[in-house]
């Protein structure tokens, strides 16, 4: 047994269905007249002649990424993959390597070779940022991808992932970061490991 | 028409005012289709299209996007005319063409403007104590006749038929064949669904739609256009809105339903039938259908400014120009004419835009409740109009 529902009562107005209609009319037609008649501008109109006008984002914008720099310009990621294994959309593609024998960071952490983000397959979730251990990607640029024609250019690589800088200019974090031996490093290193 | 034009007089004539109301339609068209997504933008809050273009002596010029249209219809002429496999090629090529044609066909009994004599254009014309026109002049301060008036007058009619409006009604409902035989040559389902559906629907409103314009015609006493507006000369309150309110509304909707948009779109409905009879439609074909659904609003509007707001009369102005109590301005036949012609396109013009807005406030019926209104109410009710129009009609003449 299906449990019966209670419909609605209507009122006499509303069976007749005409003064409905007529209600109906007047406020899609005080609209109209609102949106036509008032000052070109604005009137109630929500929607922008983009190009020509642009709305401001919002702070937390989430734009083109970037990869954030250390003091020497070499790239904070330390290849550890989070962001890649995090991103719903699979499109961080990341090679590590390891630093060459002599090398402070040697042992420490790798670096990305190759750091590829295919910005087409991206839907700017940000769950690369959030997974980030090193602060090393962020997506403050406050740019859109610009368009192209070709799928190609899309595909943004190391270089120029570390070369766009945030909006406010800078291409560092400002987290900061304790490069191996440092004193400061609140971590344990190999001299201090008493090994 | 009158027997003295000569034949050559006569085609020309004819040629002429095809042309005007052909130039109308098609201006009139593709204004709306930028009217209707203009409107709609400015009831929905939105901005709407503005953004096509031209280029012309160094600089782009906008239009506030009245270049839209010219837009879509070179796209539609460049896009590749699709024939389904399966499909009846000639039927399907064919189906467009008899959905436009008699649509453009029943707006030749449209009277656009009064009738109109060449050679008089420049004098004041005026209605003879006999109701003859004649040239009017100022005799002893009065303004009376002075001269008979030539007798060539041209109506501003393509056609002047003792059938007259049931010619209307003739071509109106061979849209129907269009829309049925595009749905039926197309080889698809969906198609063909869109096409019964219709037929279905433009079938019966076809019936409310001449019944309810009974009314009018028994006030009228005439089927002739251009009486009809001659009858509603004498002040803005004989015009048919007044006199027969139930059968301009019970008209409205029915002729809505007949143009087969929203709230009365199921024949296309998007959501079910993905595009209904014109599923299979591509290029200028789906042009013509687009077209001729513009063409049906344009001839609706036409009519009902005919039959209820009083044709091309404007209130105040007669024959010898604006007469206010004593108050009388004189006006030249060709000024007088042009008036009644302007007052004529922005009726319709109005009427348009009213119909865009009920079309962009009211959601879509279900087909069954579209029967229903039809058959149950709208039927009846148009029935209780002739009959209560009868009986007054009798009761004043006893
Ligand atoms: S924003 Fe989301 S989709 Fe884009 S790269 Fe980062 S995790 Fe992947
Ligand atoms: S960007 Fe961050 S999360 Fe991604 S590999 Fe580099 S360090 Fe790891």
Redesign the interface.
């Known amino acids: 047994m299906g449990k019966p529902v209670k419909r609605p009562e209507q009122s006499l107005s509303e069976r007749a269905f005409?003064p409905e209609?007529a209600k109906?009319?007047t406020?899609?037609?005080s609209?109209?007249f609102k949106?036509?008649f008032s000052s070109a501008e604005k009137?109630?109109?929500?929607?922008?002649?983009y190009p020509e006008e642009q709305r401001e984002y919002p702070e937390r914008f989430r734009g083109v990424h970037r990869l954030t720099q250390r003091d020497d310009g070499s790239p904070r990621c330390v290849a550890c993959l989070c962001c890649s294994t995090a991103c719903p959309a699979q499109c961080i593609h990341i090679e590590p390597a390891e630093y060459g024998e002599g090398d402070p960071r040697q042992g420490y952490e790798k670096f990305p070779k190759v750091f590829v983000i295919d910005e087409l397959r991206c839907i700017f979730c940000g769950m690369c940022v959030e997974a980030c251990p090193c602060d090393a990607i962020r997506m403050d640029t406050g740019m859109h991808m610009p368009p192209a024609l070709e799928r190609d250019a899309f595909l943004l690589d190391k270089e120029l992932l570390l070369s766009l800088p945030a909006a406010d200019g800078s291409v560092k974090s400002a987290n900061p970061r304790h490069e191996p031996g440092d004193k400061t490093h609140p971590g344990i290193d190999r001299d201090r490991s008493g090994h | 028409m009158s027997a003295s034009l000569s034949v050559g007089q006569a085609l020309l004539a004819a040629a002429g005012k095809s042309t005007f109301i052909l130039g109308l339609v098609f201006a009139i068209a593709p204004l709306l289709v930028w009217a209707e997504r203009r409107q709609s933008a400015m009831i929905q809050d939105r901005v709407g299209p503005h953004r096509a273009s031209i280029r012309l002596f160094g600089r782009d010029w906008r239009l506030i996007g009245l270049l839209h249209p010219f837009a879509d219809s070179l796209k539609m002429v460049w896009k590749e005319d699709f024939i389904p496999p399966g499909a009846d090629k000639v039927l399907h090529a064919f189906a467009p063409w008899i959905s436009l044609a008699p649509a453009l066909f029943g707006l030749a009994i449209i009277p656009f403007g009064p009738a109109i004599y060449f050679e008089h254009l420049g004098d004041t014309l005026m209605l003879s104590p006999q109701g003859v026109p004649c040239v009017a002049g100022l005799a002893n301060g009065v303004l009376g006749c002075t001269a008979a008036a030539s007798p060539l007058a041209t109506e501003l009619q393509v056609a002047t038929l003792d059938a007259g409006i049931l010619l209307f009604f003739a071509a109106g409902g061979l849209g129907v064949v269009g829309a049925a035989l595009g749905g039926y040559a197309s080889n698809n389902k969906y198609s063909l669904l869109g096409g019964m559906r219709a037929a279905g629907q433009m079938v019966s409103y076809e019936v409310t739609l001449g019944l309810t314009l009974v009314g009018p015609l028994l006030v009228f006493g005439t089927l002739r256009p251009e009486e009809m507006v001659r009858w509603q000369s004498s002040s803005v309150f004989t015009w048919g809105f007044f006199l027969q309110p139930l059968a301009f509304i019970l008209y409205f909707v029915a002729a809505m339903a007949e143009t087969k948009r929203v709230p009365f779109d199921v024949p296309e409905g998007e959501s079910e039938l993905v595009g209904g009879y014109f599923t299979e439609y591509s290029g200028m074909k789906f042009g013509m259908f687009f077209f001729a659904e513009y063409v049906e609003v344009i001839a609706l509007a036409a009519i009902a400014a005919t039959f209820f707001c009083g044709g091309w009369q404007v209130p105040l102005l007669t024959d010898a120009g604006f007469v206010l109590g004593q108050l009388h301005v004189p006006m030249s036949h060709g000024s007088v004419t042009a008036l009644r012609v302007g007052g004529f396109v922005i009726k319709v013009l109005v009427l348009i835009w009213f119909q865009l807005m009920v079309r962009w406030s009211l959601p879509r019926f279900r087909y069954d409740q579209i029967m229903r209104l039809c058959w149950r109410y709208l039927l009846p009710l148009s029935l209780l109009n002739i009959v209560v129009t009868f009986a007054v009609i009798v009761w004043l003449r006893s």
């Open positions: 005409l209609v109906g009319l406020l899609t037609a609209r109209f949106n036509t009137g109630d109109i929500a929607t922008v002649r």
